[in-house]
């Protein structure tokens, strides 16, 4: 999966710059986890089982999924930094995480990130349903096999596919209430898919240089930045479309699509205009893409707070 929001450090990527003690070790387990990334995940799985209940979705479900759910992305996440433990010592982004600063041993991580997925799929299995369980298990595997090993190094298509992570936690949610997957969790799917690649590149954009020092072809490496920008604009209509078209198919109240359509708004306006800054001559970090990849976090709560709202109304 993509993973979210991160701070730059210029900080060298040495050994431990502290004390080893317990406090210490165990931080740096977290830390492998991706905690921030956690959090967005998590924001689109809660408000999916409230659509998915009709409102209040049982209490013990909810804690059981959110736990384990956890879990889950955590594996997910601490294989991937197992995976890209190269790349992210080249990277000012990335370099002060555990592995690139030797606080955690590349088999220790491994071993935790292992653990992590069985713990997690055990724990659906046994307190959920099986069909969590396997998609919980499905998403594990593709944002390491297929996104952290395969597509992430040989494509700039490597985000648009390797999204499909992020948006698991959608069905978990879904499957999670119901035992079945359906029309309305699709949507949010597909509202996650298109959602990810103009946040992921407009990040890329303002750390272009990690990424081409790492040898990462993210589309703001290798193509220009009028090309990254269409796309992402192409990307957020889809989107916000998308986000819209989950009135009619899950039959929400006029209250959704009527924060969706504000929040669509604004997000459009905000990509459109990069393209407006690039037009005028503005490139590289004059062209703010930050801006766009902060308001895309918000974006993306905000609508899905309507969706866990929305069913309370009706």
């Not at 490597?158 to 949507?187: F, H, K, Q, S, Y």
């Not at 209509?237 to 078209?245: I, K």
């Amino acid at each position: 999966m993509t993973v979210l929001t991160n701070r730059q450090t210029t900080a060298p990527a040495t050994a431990a710059e502290e004390p080893r003690t317990i406090v210490t070790v165990v931080k740096a387990y977290i830390a492998l986890t991706k905690p921030r990334i956690i959090e967005l995940l998590l924001i689109t799985t809660l408000p999916v089982m409230f659509l998915a209940a009709g409102g209040l979705p049982p209490l013990w479900t909810s804690i059981w999924v959110m736990v384990f759910g956890t879990l889950s992305a955590g594996s997910a996440n601490a294989l991937n930094c197992y995976v890209d433990r190269d790349i992210d010592q080249k990277m000012r982004r990335t370099r002060r995480r555990p592995l690139a600063r030797h606080q955690v041993s590349p088999k220790g991580a491994l071993v935790f990130g292992v653990v992590l997925g069985i713990l997690s799929t055990l724990g659906l299995w046994l307190t959920t349903n099986w069909l969590a369980a396997v998609l919980s298990t499905g998403a594990i595997l593709f944002y390491v096999l297929v996104y952290s090993m395969i597509l992430k190094r040989r494509t700039a298509q490597n985000i648009v596919w390797g999204g499909i992570a992020g948006c698991m936690p959608v069905l978990i949610g879904w499957a999670g209430i119901t035992e079945r997957l359906d029309w309305a969790p699709l949507v949010l799917f597909g509202v996650v898919f298109f959602w990810t690649p103009p946040h992921t590149w407009t990040l890329a954009m303002r750390y272009k240089d990690d990424y081409a020092a790492a040898e990462v072809p993210m589309l703001p490496v290798v193509a220009t930045e009028r090309r990254v920008i269409l796309e992402s604009i192409a990307y957020t209509w889809a989107t916000v479309l998308c986000s819209l078209a989950l009135w009619p198919v899950a039959g929400t109240t006029l209250f959704y699509p009527a924060v969706a359509a504000v929040l669509g708004a604004l997000c459009l306006w905000e990509v459109h205009r990069l393209l407006a800054r690039l037009n005028s001559g503005l490139t590289g970090v004059a062209l703010r893409p930050m801006r766009f990849f902060h308001w895309s976090n918000a974006y993306l709560a905000l609508l899905f707070l309507a969706v866990a709202i929305d069913p309370l109304l009706a």
